[in-house]
Each structure stands twice: as C-alpha cells, then as structure tokens.
C-alpha cells in the first residue's frame, strides 16, 4: 500500500461495507433495471388523446437506464470491486471470500490467516492493499 496516499478511515469503512453488500449489490441492480425496463411508464398524456408523434420507448428505457443515478452508482461500485477481485492472486481473493463474502462468519482474523498460511499481519496488509486499491478505482480519498 502507498504510504504517501491514506484513505480516511470513514472511507475504508464505506468501501469495507461495499464489499460485505458486492453480492445484495449485484441483486439490486438487477432488481433495478427489471424495473426500469419491465415497470410501469407514466402517462405523459393525462386526459389527451394521442400524440402525433412517434413514440421511441427503447430511446426512453435506455436514457432511464443511462440517467438513473442510483443504478449508475451501484455500477460504478460492483465494477470497481471486481475490477480489483479479477486481479488479485488467488491467496487474495481467498482472503476476500473468506473475510467479506462468507456468512455466517465463524472465522476469526486468526483463523482466516491460518487457513491462509500467512501471518495474521499480513493478512490485515492484504486486506489494507485490496480496500486500498478499490479506493483508487472509484476515485475516491
């Protein structure tokens, strides 16, 4: 990890919940675009009768798609921690499974560093560079 650049500890806990969620997050943006693409469109045309103009309702799905602010953001997010997951060595994404992605936890960091075959400080480092590193891909300090 780069010494010279810290994150703020409110960060390494918001991108450490980001983590924890990755597998609700993938569910919600699926729930989301169902619901843009598949819910009901508001009438424009209350009380009228109809348009002369043509209607383009795939123009309007993707621009709701494109424009959606909570779906670009649950996105950006996803794509960033997989992003850095594809990247990792497979100690590592062990590490992530193990740490973020299996529930119920029944390990301690003791226990994951042993699984890992590592010291329990170097698994916190491992943790620290992989938090890090999504930090960097969204942007974020």
């Keep these: 990890m780069n010494t010279e650049l810290k994150i703020r500890k409110s960060t390494f806990k918001h991108v450490e919940s980001e ?6 997050t993938r569910k919600e943006i699926i729930r989301l675009r169902n619901e843009i693409m598949y819910g009901r469109e508001p ?3 209350i009380g ?6 043509p209607g383009d309702p795939t123009g309007r799905i993707g621009s709701r798609l494109a424009s959606h602010k909570k779906l670009g953001y649950l996105e950006s997010t996803v794509e ?7 990247r990792l060595p497979e100690a590592k994404k062990r590490l992530v499974n193990l ?21 329990r400080k170097t698994a916190f480092n491992w943790r620290d560079e992989i938090v890090w590193a999504i930090t960097e891909q969204l942007g974020w300090r």
């Design 80 to 86: 960033a921690i997989e992003t850095v997951y594809n």
């Design 99 to 119: 740490y973020y992605w299996t529930r119920p936890q029944m390990l301690s960091w003791e226990g994951i560093a042993q699984k890992l075959h590592v010291s």
């Design 48 to 53: 009228g009768g109809r348009s002369n103009i």
């Design 43 to 45: 009438n424009e045309n």
């Design 19 to 24: 983590i924890f969620a990755y597998h609700d």
